[in-house]
């Protein structure tokens, strides 16, 4: 596939893809903090290389599109920490931040690539099954993927050829969670996993597979694929 860019990949979803992707690709992964991009470098070993960016930051931004130069297809697995709770307590500084942290980055990135992308590309963002599951207390943060998730339509009639799709996880198993005790992490996974179709929360790689097949198939856009065990389709 060749040239591949993979924003957030240096961790959880993005780094799995990279992994998989690092045996017969070129794989350019992005993320802010140097040690973590350093440890993912290592971790993935050959055809791999990485940026220091932080995607808020426009200028940071078109800086490392214009140094990574032509490339096929990009990734955005960028991700905010906020904005889920019931709605009676949501703090809305906090879905503020995660739409900060999530759906701005994510867009400023697919914008800075725009003129380094080739047109038979694609660019893949990953959203939430938050956006569809109707989950109490993911009312703000269904709104933010929500959001991401309805522009993928017009973005792949605005920017074809390129193809432009997104990949709705469930609850995966990444340091995403890292933020709880490795305690309260288990036992809520093990919560989820009774609540799932397919009985277990996903691992990285789950996700990563789907990404690759929307890179790989070159007849789908416009499109936003769920990979969640069929927790979306609810008990
Ligand atoms: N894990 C889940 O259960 C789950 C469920 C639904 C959806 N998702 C979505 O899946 C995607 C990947 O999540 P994950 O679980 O793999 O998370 P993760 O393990 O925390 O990885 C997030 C990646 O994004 C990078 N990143 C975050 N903010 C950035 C910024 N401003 N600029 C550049 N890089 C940034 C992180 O590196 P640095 O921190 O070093 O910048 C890291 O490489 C996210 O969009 C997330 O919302 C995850």
Known sequence: MGKIVIAGGTSGIG?????????????????RDKSKLDKALNEIGKNVSGKSVDATNKIQLNKIFSEIGSFDHLVIAITGRKGMGVFKDLDL????????????????TAQASLPYIGKNGSITFITAISSQSKAVGTAGLGALNGAIELMIPTLAKELKPLRINA??????????WDFLTPETKSEMFKQYAAAIPLGR??????????????????YITGQ??????GLSLGQ
């Open 15 to 31: 780094f799995a893809t990279a992994k998989l992707l690092s045996d017969k690709n070129n794989i350019i992964i992005l993320g």
């Open 93 to 108: 500084s906090d879905l503020r931040d995660g739409f900060e942290g999530k759906f701005f980055p994510q867009l400023q």
């Open 167 to 176: 990949v709705a996880p469930g609850v995966v198993n990444t340091p995403w």
């Open 201 to 218: 929360v996903g691992e990285p790689e789950d996700i990563a597979h789907m990404i690759i097949s929307l890179m790989e198939n070159k």
């Open 224 to 229: 936003i694929i769920s990979v969640d065990g």
